[in-house]
């Protein structure tokens, strides 16, 4: 319920807080929350007048007293404080929860069907084009799915690949896992997608996540390779045709932030379907092709990541995203590792979506005790675990950071990457999050 405020009030606002500006923006932190909200400068010489004795008028008040703005000015300054300070309920009474423990957490599962794919996308972090050696047939897939059906019920099974549906089986695959009782998401490039698939997909799949690096004819095929373009906007009209929600996942690189800013908006409204929901990705791994992308395709650009909150403000205002990457007044604890099961297409399995530290085959795997072993995973590498995490103010937003990336650098989950640089990336991203 929205709250009115009377000029008698005195605003409770959170009591230990750590105040970081960036790009003229302030962002108000309560970091044991953790909660915050992003002020502009004459906001937050307002709110800096909040304390436990000043009323609403004390502050309108001493803020005329120091600070040469009308009247109208200075009324409008409070509103917008007001409205920020209730509508993310910033106060120091508002409640804080737990993360669920990894126990209570239901286990979600991705699948790599075959690393075989019909494009040689330049930034594709898995080289995705031939099959790897032992890839899984469709009764060992089944037998997967239907061991994994007995421990974990009722989740999300997402097929990916390379191009899933490169494998004539795989509609069989998707299938069963449905009968299984599963919530079925498939990613693919959208190509191959022809009145025979669709049909398919339409009986087994809750959801299709479609990658597109362009929107325009020269911009697409430029990532994912000619004569791609018509079978892709096919491909759209087909998942438009049987009503699957869809959704539209962009990686934003050098060669097609221009095309996305001056031309997704328009291409959503002709394509015009109330089902249809954009994902944008900024962070490239430096792996697979990517490796021989140039460094300009991994740098932190501010006048790329100003270009991309403009896209996302105009993508939330028209309801094509809603996105947040950080959630407020819950203790975060873990990146999520131990969340997901993920399977390669050879069966080796993973902790996460990344690709890199196997923890045996599924073929052979038993399934409790792979989950025990996630859970274990989870635990052993809370930030409550991890020194340099103890003490920072962004301890519960960041949760510590990829523990994957982590390992992989410093042979160690437990000793974060982190600098002011990365810090630095997580405040903007706040702000640009309120915007």
């Known amino acids: 319920m929205e709250k009115y405020f009377s000029i008698n009030d005195v605003i409770e606002v959170p009591e230990k807080l750590y105040i970081k500006k960036l790009d003229n923006k302030f962002v108000v932190l309560a970091f044991e929350k953790p909660n915050w909200i992003v002020l502009d400068e004459k906001e937050y010489n307002m709110f800096s007048l909040i304390n436990k004795e000043n009323t609403i008028i004390d502050i309108l008040e001493q803020y005329s007293e120091n600070y040469d703005d009308q009247e109208e000015v200075i009324i409008d300054c409070m509103q917008s ?64 799915v239907d061991n994994l059906s007995k421990v974990i019920k009722n989740t999300e099974i997402v097929f990916t690949g390379g191009e899933p549906l490169i494998r004539k089986d795989s509609i069989n695959i998707m299938k069963f896992a449905k009968k299984c009782g599963h919530n079925v998401v498939l990613f693919t490039n959208g190509v191959l997608i022809d009145e025979d ?20 004819k020269q911009c697409y095929e430029n990532v994912r390779g000619k004569d791609n373009y018509d079978k892709l906007i096919n491909g759209l009209n087909l998942i438009k045709k049987y009503k699957i929600p869809l959704t539209l996942a962009i990686t934003i690189i050098p060669s097609n932030i221009e095309d996305i800013e001056y031309n997704l908006i328009n291409f959503l409204k002709k394509f015009d379907y109330d089902k249809v929901k954009v994902r944008i990705n900024t962070k490239l791994d430096k792996e ?73 085959n599924i073929v052979n795997k038993n399934i409790n005790e792979l989950i025990d072993e996630f859970n274990r995973l989870n635990r052993d590498t809370e930030i409550t675990n991890m020194e ?7 301890k519960y937003i960041c949760s510590g950071g990829c523990r994957i990336e982590h390992y992989l650098k410093t042979k160690n989950y437990l000793k974060p990457i982190c600098d002011n640089n990365y810090k630095e990336q997580i405040y903007k991203t706040l702000i640009n999050e309120s915007l």
Request: charged share 25%; hydrophobic share 30%.
């Open 81 to 144: 404080l007001l409205e920020k300070v209730e509508k993310n309920k910033f106060y120091e009474l508002t409640n804080t929860v737990e993360n669920d423990s990894i126990e209570q957490i239901k286990k979600t599962i991705q699948i790599h069907l075959t690393h075989k794919c019909n494009m040689r996308c330049i930034h594709c972090y898995m080289a995705a084009g031939n099959a790897i050696d032992n890839e899984l047939i469709e009764e060992e897939w089944k037998r997967t």
């Open 388 to 394: 340099l995490c103890k003490e920072c103010e962004l």
């Open 288 to 360: 697979g092709y990517a490796k021989n992308l140039p460094e300009e395709f991994f740098e932190n650009s501010n006048h790329i990541n100003d270009r991309v909150v403009n896209i996302r403000a105009k993508l939330v205002e028209m309801g094509y995203f809603n996105e947040k990457k950080y959630q407020k007044n819950i203790h975060f604890y873990n990146c999520g590792i131990g969340c997901s099961i993920t399977i390669d297409s050879n069966g080796k399995i993973y902790p996460c979506s990344k690709l890199n530290i196997s923890r045996g």
């Open 197 to 216: 698939i669709i049909l398919g997909l339409s009986k087994c799949v809750d959801e299709i996540q479609v990658s597109i690096e362009g929107v325009t």
